[in-house]
Nanobody, 126 residues
């Protein structure tokens, strides 16, 4: 079992920044990657970014490249998502998800992730 808890969401003005955290506990040794997804009302869940623990390699959706940065603090079993230059279209519930071994390695495919956090709301005002 892996447990994930997101934090850091909130209300920010367009052009502002937020830093999200995803704290992992349990069988963290089995984690292959942790990804961030987001979902706005009435829309499908969308891949945002992922970090592969062995490497380290990072991956980003085209919509956030150059604005968002994913990183991790291995000692604290925490993954961060630094979000800069936020836009109203970034408004969504943000979820972190863990893909555990053995992994298919399809980083942008939400059904390949085994564990999910509760989500944290990000609202960007215009």
């Amino acid at each position: 079992q892996v447990q994930l808890v997101e934090s850091g969401g909130g209300l920010v003005q367009s052009g502002g920044s937020l830093r999200l955290s995803c704290a992992a506990s349990g069988r963290t040794f089995s984690i292959y990657s942790i990804a961030w997804f987001r979902q706005a009302p009435g829309k499908e869940r969308q891949f945002v970014a992922a970090i592969v623990y062995s490497g380290i390699s990072t991956y980003y959706a085209d919509s956030v490249k150059g604005r968002f940065t994913i990183s991790r603090d291995n000692a604290k079993n925490t993954v961060f998502l630094q979000m800069n230059s936020l836009k109203p279209e970034d408004t969504a519930v943000y979820y972190c998800a863990a893909d555990v071994a053995p992994s298919r390695g399809r980083l942008g495919y939400h059904r390949d992730y085994d564990y999910w956090g509760q989500g944290t709301q990000v609202t960007v005002s215009s």
